[in-house]
């Protein structure tokens, strides 16, 4: 789907500039022409020659390319030259200096020439990653239009653990083609979204939780937005961002929060996923003070919450569409088609825990599709972003049938 696309492949000096290497191979096999800039850091990280070689192009670095014949990169053509610019790995500094709009190499002249989208993938370490002017920094860049891809949890080259490590190139390119993608086939249909856990409060220190990360939620939305539909995604609490300007986001924290939102914007929505692991149980009451340490047993006692989902399913209308999920460990079909009926969806996706890399946290997911008309499709382990396009695809199908 990359096929004939003209890139900007600009690599800055990071350590993961080695992973560019990787980078340009698979969008090359992917059938775009790429072209790279490097800045003068990062030839201490990847030779100018692999990537010439790999992009089968000469790299551009210096903003005067011959100095004996003054023969100079033309960053404005470059700029004007792709379809897409993605800078992979973007250090703190280039960030930084993107979103103050310096101009010192060529890299950043053919960014702010370029009339193209600009994708970022960071790369850092965790603190640099996390310091406030950094996150403001990428704010900014996305205020600007620019997209800003999301950052791996992991292990560092400092040695320490944790989040900066630049997207994985096999991610980079699956993302790239997510979001080049984009259709109008849902154009002007609302769509509500449930994603992430919801925290049930004990007191003002303590509530009861679930591992949910939201990205599956997340990435139903975005996928959504790309397909031109007007999405509001309604969050339990995650540290996610979202990408696209189609979608408004509204944050809550607990089952009842959850559901009181869903239901109130449920009448003007067209298509509603509820993919949110919502509590179904929450404390009876919430301390207002935090719970001493006292006895040696702590008995709670919790109320069922209200099934947002099942709500939905008794009020729509016919014209409205209604998905659901299910997390099953035994069972799975048939309890899978119990909840498709009992909470009237029009299919419900299956979560499968038993394959590795399923699941909550996980980036890949494995789905099992059931319709209300009986038919089951079964998915391949995939990128949640590509099992996002599957669901999506289905109901793109429901909507147009
Ligand atoms: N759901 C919801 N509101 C709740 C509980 C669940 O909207 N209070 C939705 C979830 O978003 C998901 C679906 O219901 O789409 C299935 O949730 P799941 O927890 O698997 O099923 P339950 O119906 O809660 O049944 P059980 O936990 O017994 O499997």
Redesign the pocket.
């Known amino acids: 789907m990359l096929k004939g696309k003209k890139i900007i492949l600009g690599v800055t000096g990071g350590i993961a500039a080695y992973k560019s290497a990787m980078l340009t191979r698979l969008l090359i096999k992917q059938g775009a022409e790429v072209k790279v800039i490097m800045t003068e850091d990062a030839k201490a990280f990847v030779t100018p020659l692999t990537l010439a070689t790999l992009s089968k192009h000469p790299i551009h670095s210096a903003m005067v390319a011959n100095e004996q014949t003054g023969e100079w990169s033309n960053h404005v053509e470059l700029g004007l030259w792709a379809d897409l610019l993605l800078i992979a790995p973007a250090t703190a500094n280039t960030l930084a200096k993107m979103a103050h709009g310096l101009c010192d190499n060529l890299l950043l002249a053919t960014y702010l020439s370029a009339r193209c989208k600009t994708y970022i993938a960071p790369a850092m370490d965790l603190d640099m990653f996390a310091h406030t002017a950094t996150q403001n920094n990428l704010e900014k860049l996305r205020q600007y239009g620019n997209i800003v891809l999301p950052v791996e949890d992991g292990e560092l080259a400092s040695g320490l653990s944790g989040k900066g490590r630049m997207l994985e190139p096999e991610a980079i390119l699956d993302f790239l083609i997510q979001h080049t993608t984009a259709t109008q086939k849902l154009k002007g249909k609302r769509v509500l979204v449930?994603a992430g856990p919801t925290y049930e409060s004990i007191d003002p220190v303590r509530f009861i939780g679930n591992h949910s990360s939201g990205k599956m939620g997340f990435a139903i939305a975005e996928t959504f937005a790309r397909h031109g539909a007007k999405v509001t995604l309604i969050s339990g609490p995650t540290d996610l961002q979202l990408q696209h300007e189609n979608i408004s986001r509204i944050n809550v924290t607990s089952?009842e929060e959850?559901?009181d939102k869903?239901i109130k914007l449920f009448s003007k929505t067209d298509i509603a996923v509820?993919?949110?692991?919502?509590?179904?149980y929450t404390p009876e009451k919430v301390s207002i003070t935090k719970i001493k340490k006292s006895g040696n047993e702590l008995h709670l006692k919790l109320l069922k919450?209200?099934?947002?989902?099942?709500?939905?399913g008794r009020i729509k209308n016919k014209k409205q569409i209604l998905?659901?999920?299910?997390?099953?460990t035994d069972h799975e079909l048939e309890?899978a088609r119990k909840?498709l009926k009992?909470?009237n969806l029009d299919f419900?996706?299956l979560n499968s825990l038993k394959t590795a890399g399923a699941g909550f946290s996980h980036d890949t997911n494995k789905v099992t599709i059931i319709h209300k008309n009986g038919s089951v499709q079964e998915f391949k382990l995939k990128s949640k972003s590509e099992v996002a396009n599957d669901i999506v695809n289905q109901i793109i199908e429901l909507v147009h049938a």
Do not use: H, Q, R, W
């Open positions: 449930t089952a959850m559901y869903t509820m993919s949110a692991a919502v509590a179904d919450t209200k099934d947002i989902l099942a709500e939905l998905i659901g999920f299910a997390l099953e309890n909840k009992a909470k419900i996706v």
